[in-house]
């Protein structure tokens, strides 16, 4: 597997593709596109490594999200 910036990088680009294909165009659209990006890589996980993984991946990012607030 690739490094954990190139990871980081690919993601940036890819979220950003999918939403200018999306035609996101405002704040609303982001959110959406982006809860569709989660909702799915949730899935993904659960079929692959189950639910439990799932959940705490979901988990851990919601923590992560709420300790970091607007830094990004």
Do not use: F, W
């Not at 200018?20 to 809860?35: F, I, L, P, S, Y």
């Not at 990006?37 to 993904?44: C, H, N, T, V």
């Not at 490594?49 to 923590?63: E, I, K, M, P, W």
């Amino acid at each position: 597997m690739i490094t954990p910036q190139q990871a980081d990088d690919l993601a940036e680009k890819t979220i950003a593709q999918y939403c200018r294909a999306a035609g996101v165009e405002t704040t609303d659209d982001v959110r959406k596109a982006c809860e569709m990006l989660i909702s799915k890589a949730a899935r993904a996980i659960e079929k692959h490594s189950g639910n439990t993984a799932a959940v705490q991946v979901l988990d851990r990012t919601s923590l992560h999200i709420a300790r970091v607030g607007g830094r990004a």
